[in-house]
């Protein structure tokens, strides 16, 4: 159990557990015993407000935009996923933005052994693993309704709820700042639907209640 100093931060950034390799338990020995939460570790993620410098030179857009989409990426925190380490609490300030090799669980560990898995996207230009293809608009709807090519419906995980409400032109700013980023080349892992084991460690956020005593 938490105690209350910690809870009040689990509460805030949600609780966080990374999944370790031995998942098996010996349910038919002794179903009782079993305690899902020892195959998970308790860690704190990393908030990233860090944003990597823009070249204006691979821009087409204005430095104010450019700026405007840095400021707007850093308040967002859109690094606190997409950022390499950054969900185990080990961010690799090298690779800002550049995706994450450990994915987040949309669906609840502790009632499914293999629950499905979303590895957040290397968001730099690079043409074969970041968005260097995308179009401006595409980029555009992804953060305003939450639409990819993989999935013409929204994506579970990304917070894209949250910047629903945002402006065209913000949205635009944050188009403009990631495509002027320089590209890194990082292929994240594929994502894995509920039901197949995943290939690479992945978090899950949550919320649990105290039962009654
Ligand atoms: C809570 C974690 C989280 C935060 C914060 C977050 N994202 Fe994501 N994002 C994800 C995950 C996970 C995916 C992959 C979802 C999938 O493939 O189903 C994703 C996917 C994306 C994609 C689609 C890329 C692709 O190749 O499919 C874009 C673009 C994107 N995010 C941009 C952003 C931007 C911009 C911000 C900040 C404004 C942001 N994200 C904040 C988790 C997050």
Redesign the pocket.
């Known amino acids: 159990m938490l105690e209350i100093d910690k809870s009040l931060k689990s509460i805030a950034v949600g609780v966080i557990m990374l999944t370790v390799a031995a998942c098996q338990v010996a349910t038919e020995e002794a179903p009782q015993a079993w305690n899902p939460l020892d195959d998970f570790e308790v860690l704190d993620p990393a908030s990233i407000f860090a944003t990597p410098e823009p070249s204006p030179e691979n821009s087409t857009y204005s430095t104010e935009q450019l700026s405007r989409g840095r400021y707007?990426?850093g308040l967002?925190?859109?690094?606190?996923?997409?950022t390499d380490g950054a969900?185990v609490g080990d961010p690799d300030p090298g690779r800002l933005l550049a995706g994450?090799s450990t994915?987040?669980a949309?669906t609840n560990p502790l009632q499914d052994s293999n629950p499905g898995v979303?590895?957040?996207?290397?968001?730099t230009p690079d043409l074969e693993t970041?968005?260097g293809s995308?179009t401006m608009e595409r980029?555009i709807t992804?953060?305003r309704v939450?639409t990819?090519?993989?999935?013409a419906s929204s994506?579970?995980?990304?917070?894209?709820p949250?910047?629903a409400s945002?402006t065209r032109e913000d949205a635009l700013s944050?188009?403009a700042y990631?495509k002027s980023l320089p590209p890194v080349r990082h292929a994240?892992p594929a994502?894995v639907n509920r039901g197949q084991p995943a290939p690479a460690p992945y978090v899950h956020?949550g919320v649990y209640q105290s039962r009654p005593r």
Request: glycine share 10%; charged share 0%.
């Open positions: 707007l990426v967002l925190g859109c690094g606190s996923c997409h969900l994450s994915g987040i949309y979303v590895y957040p996207a290397n968001l970041g968005l995308w980029l992804m953060i939450g990819t090519e993989h999935s994506l579970p995980v990304m917070p894209w949250a910047y945002i944050i188009a990631l994240v994502n956020f």
